[in-house]
């Protein structure tokens, strides 16, 4: 018996990227970001949809996920984000993969390996403007790519750099990331004095792709967006992944009755419980114990008492009619009955793009696709 079952739609996908790309003038290519599973909706199904579509990069975080498209039999230009091990450089040049390098030590190994296969090894590099995390320092990048042009065997091919809070409102959020703009900016128009012909230049997430179109240049990597994790006003995307299982069990309660562990909810009144084998060790959190809902029916039902490892107990005494085994939606749904991330997200205390990552990523042989 499947518990729980991931369905995402293939249509949605596309509207979605087709949005975006409405956005954009033809100058402006798309990287879609499909790491992490395409944030549990499936890397390999989703990178074939947005190739057809029309995606100049697949952006992938690992090595072993460049690979895996590759294997796929998906032969567009596959951007490593989290770029790479030295001891990775030979397959990366194999399976003609393009790094992301924000160090020397993988470019001297892809300048080794390039040597030793007799090809090139393409790759970006990422200087860090304000996030933090991976990137060369701003105050190094010069003498950085002196180095890097040194190396016999490796293509420039990319400069990027990465926004820190663009999907935040903030006024001094806002004043952060035009501060990154204008640094990645002046990076830019210097590298390209040295030089002119550098082929692509990104810096905008979804956020900045829907909402900063000076941050363009001519590729951008929208990722959350295509999913339908991002609300942006008059740009119409949506959720493509819908998350269900099955009543498993059901039965009267009388008033006054703990339920669950912890004694966390008692019953003011007679209640009919019903029972999903669902629980935190399929990605619904304990965070959502006596917050949550699902849909019975067309209709709310609240989560009441703890979520278990492997149960969850849902209040469907107002609900007419529920029998065994009646479908039950954890998220998505029809038209004004739905469950949405964004609803789920706020119960747990946290993002989109985690309730994606662990609803749909946590059980990928429950996953299948419509349209």
Known sequence: MGLIKVTIDRQVLRNNFREI???????VSVGAVVKSQAYGHGMVECARVFAQ????????????????????????????MGGIWPQEAQDCIRYGLTPVISGLQPLKALSRAATELNQEARVHIKVDTGMGRLGVPMEEWREFLDEALSYPGVVLEGLMSHFSVADSPENSDVAYTMQQMEVFKAIVEEVRKKLPHLKWI????????????????????????????????????????????????IKRVPGGRFLSYGRAFRTNRETLVAVVPVGYALGYLRSLSNRGEMLVRGERAP????????????????????????????????????????EVAQWMDTITYEVFCILGGSHPGQ?????
């Open 21 to 27: 790309k409405r956005l954009l003038p033809p100058s």
């Open 53 to 80: 579509e029309g995606a100049r990069f697949l952006v992938v975080s690992l090595i072993d996920e460049g690979i895996t498209l590759r294997e796929s039999g998906l032969e567009e230009p596959v951007l490593l």
């Open 367 to 371: 996953r299948e696709y419509v349209n």
């Open 303 to 342: 989560v009441i008492g703890r979520v278990c490892m492997d149960l969850t107990l849902l209040d469907v005494t107002h609900i007419p009619q529920v029998e065994l085994g009646d479908p039950v939606i954890l998220m998505g749904g029809k038209g004004k009955q739905r469950i949405t991330v964004f």
């Open 202 to 249: 990104h810096l905008a997430n979804s956020a900045a792709t829907l909402q900063l179109p000076q941050t363009h240049w001519n590729l951008v990597r929208p990722g959350l967006g295509l999913y339908g994790g991002l609300r942006i006003p008059q740009i119409n995307l949506q959720e493509a992944m819908e998350v269900s299982s099955r009543i498993l069990h």
